[in-house]
DNA sequence: CGTGGCCTTGAATGTATTCAACGGGGGTGG
DNA sequence: CCACCCCCGTTGAATACATTCAAGGCCACG
């Protein structure tokens, strides 16, 4: 691993209290990888032998289950997963795929335990991103389980929204396939979606969301903290 | 708080590695309480000020949104609640309520933050609850989004089956209210697949499940350790 | 003996999936 | 350069699945 790598990664909330020595051991048996985009990077069911840092790129998390298969998660730099398999030492919930050309860390499953266990100041920051990634899934879960197909989509575009340069018009992140998967219905599905939206402010062409009236689309959507802000 | 019980608590795999000087302090500010059916311990958006272990009883967790309601979690003893609002310090994701007197420790949440920082033993145990609930979740998530409702039903019968003394006899834990909204339906609906399991090996009167033939439910449930097995 | 909550059932409605068909864009190979 | 094909996205129609609404039975409780 080249220095300016191992300057950048020390600077990470994950890895910036802990003890010098032990980030040095801990990187001693690290990888930095770049992996094109489609590679499988964990399967469901097998034991977590790396824990993920993704740096660059974009990578999914989904299940499959008698056939059926359904994304569960998309995770950007910098954020790690399948962080409670590797504490666990259990076995994968997720597959995990690149979606695009990434980068990231591999940690061998050992020895971030074997670290987590002997240096407090990781374990407090592996305890802080393990909080977070819980109630990223409890998020996911009220989303699912409270609201319908296109109320899903309306507020997953404010959170779009939110993020994006311009507010008011901005590309969808991901293939509609994957997109339709993520929210909980299929393709088609998210097509009439789409278009329902059209009586709520909102209109979208090929990949391209245009706002038109956040009050309408707000006033649709009912956007909640508790839900939808990514922050808390 | 009476010397029997803290000397139970003190063998709770959460506190069992604490430092004994750490343990005293934590629960200087402790109580265990014991409350009725139906308290609220827990409203969603209110800071969380507490982290709770249930001892005895059970509490439910559930949401609101837009005038609908979802049942999230049951939770048993001995298991804790709200444990990632309590380390982010942010706010509850999920209101809690009792299901029956109940028996309970509260600590203060700074309480735990702080012991949390201080003490490794501590804070190893927490990370193991932290991703023991975030793999519950991400289970929960994987049955919902994956599976129908009469799916979801057969594989929490083999589940319960699984922990009863008798697994082809045993009854059903909840009120069938609550049951359908844990498992993501209305109650006409749980009653319409409780009849549709009746081809599929399972007769359900009032609240005796009697399961007739298990190779055939689980032909029909196919139930997989990454979703149903809680022990992984 | 009424009353209210829970559960069940039926019917109507609403929502989502499946199946089939079609058009467009990107890539491949002729 | 063009023809072809495949995959993605869209649309319509049929079907399946789920919710809502209404009604009635049962039990627990006052």
Redesign the pocket.
Known sequence: MRQDELTEIRALPLFRNMEAENFDRLFRGAYVQTFPQGVELAREGEMADFFHVVLDGSVELFANWNGRKSTLATIHPLSTFILAATIKNGPYLMSAQTLEKSRMILLPSTDVRAHFAADSGFARAIVLELAQCYRVVVKSHKDIKLR???ERLANYLLRQSATAADPSSFDLKM???RLASFL????????????ALNTHGVE?A?NNVRIVDFNLLRDYAKPDDLIDNPTI
């Open positions: 319908t197909s296109p293939e509609k396939k909980g219905m299929t393709p088609e599905n998210l097509s009439r979606s789409i278009k979208i090929l």
